[in-house]
């Protein structure tokens, strides 16, 4: 496994995090999923509009084959292992502001939820697996997610697996990343393309 190097005031779940392809099969139970998706509730957002949804499959349930079949195939291929599946909707109208204009951070908030959410479930002994290879269009038909809403990601949570469970050419990438180094990122003042 690859060692990740941070910051040492860094805080560790952080590091930890990441996001396997490998999972065991096990279905994740109602009661942890909604725990973890708590903590994804406690993301801040703009007036506290809290403009996220998650809708929700456990392996195996009614929903199962229903979720999985809206992934692009390639997901489908490692995603059938986990323990649920999300979809996370942001609302694009949630506002609070005077003006009644439309949110404009509905994404925004929404990213700060999934990022809760995989925290949480990192805590917990779980993995949470984001992706955006959906199968768009389809998945907003068959989820009946409205105009006024915008499908943001999947997530797939579970119990990491041996990954001799993946296809070949993924066994090798099933472990921690690395991240770009901080001035890579931060810039002063205007931004300047890198």
Request: a negative charge.
């Given at each position: 496994?690859?060692e990740r190097d941070?910051?040492?005031?860094?805080?560790?779940l952080?590091v930890e995090r990441?996001?396997?392809?490998s999972?065991?099969?096990t279905?994740?139970?109602?009661e942890?999923?909604?725990?973890?998706?708590?903590?994804?509730?406690?993301a801040p957002s703009?007036?506290?509009?809290?403009?996220?949804?998650?809708?929700?499959?456990?392996?195996g349930?009614?929903?199962?084959a229903?979720?999985?079949?809206?992934?692009?195939?390639?997901?489908q291929?490692?995603a059938?292992?986990?323990?649920?599946?999300?979809?996370?909707?942001?609302?694009?109208?949630?506002?609070?502001?005077?003006?009644g204009?439309p949110?404009h951070?509905?994404?925004?908030d929404?990213?700060?939820?999934?990022?809760?959410?995989?925290l949480?479930?990192?805590?917990?002994?779980y993995?949470?697996?984001g992706?955006?290879?959906?199968?768009f269009?389809k998945?907003?038909k068959?989820?009946?997610?409205p105009?006024?809403?915008r499908?943001?990601?999947?997530?797939a949570?579970?119990?990491?697996?041996?990954?001799?469970?993946?296809?070949?050419d993924?066994?090798?990438?099933?472990?921690?990343?690395?991240?770009?180094?901080?001035?890579?990122?931060?810039q002063?003042?205007?931004?300047?393309?890198g």
């Amino acid at each position: 496994m690859t060692e990740r190097d941070a910051h040492e005031k860094i805080v560790p779940l952080i590091v930890e995090r990441w996001s396997p392809r490998s999972f065991d099969e096990t279905a994740l139970p109602l009661e942890d999923l909604k725990v973890i998706v708590e903590a994804a509730g406690w993301a801040p957002s703009a007036f506290n509009a809290q403009p996220w949804s998650f809708l929700y499959a456990l392996h195996g349930d009614e929903n199962w084959a229903r979720f999985l079949d809206l992934l692009v195939p390639f997901n489908q291929g490692w995603a059938d292992a986990a323990g649920a599946l999300l979809f996370i909707v942001s609302d694009r109208g949630t506002t609070k502001s005077k003006d009644g204009s439309p949110s404009h951070s509905h994404s925004f908030d929404a990213g700060a939820a999934w990022a809760n959410l995989a925290l949480q479930a990192t805590a917990m002994g779980y993995h949470a697996h984001g992706m955006t290879g959906i199968e768009f269009g389809k998945a907003e038909k068959a989820l009946a997610i409205p105009d006024t809403h915008r499908l943001e990601a999947a997530v797939a949570i579970g119990r990491r697996a041996d990954p001799q469970r993946l296809p070949e050419d993924l066994r090798e990438k099933e472990q921690p990343s690395g991240r770009k180094p901080v001035d890579a990122i931060l810039q002063p003042g205007s931004f300047s393309p890198g």
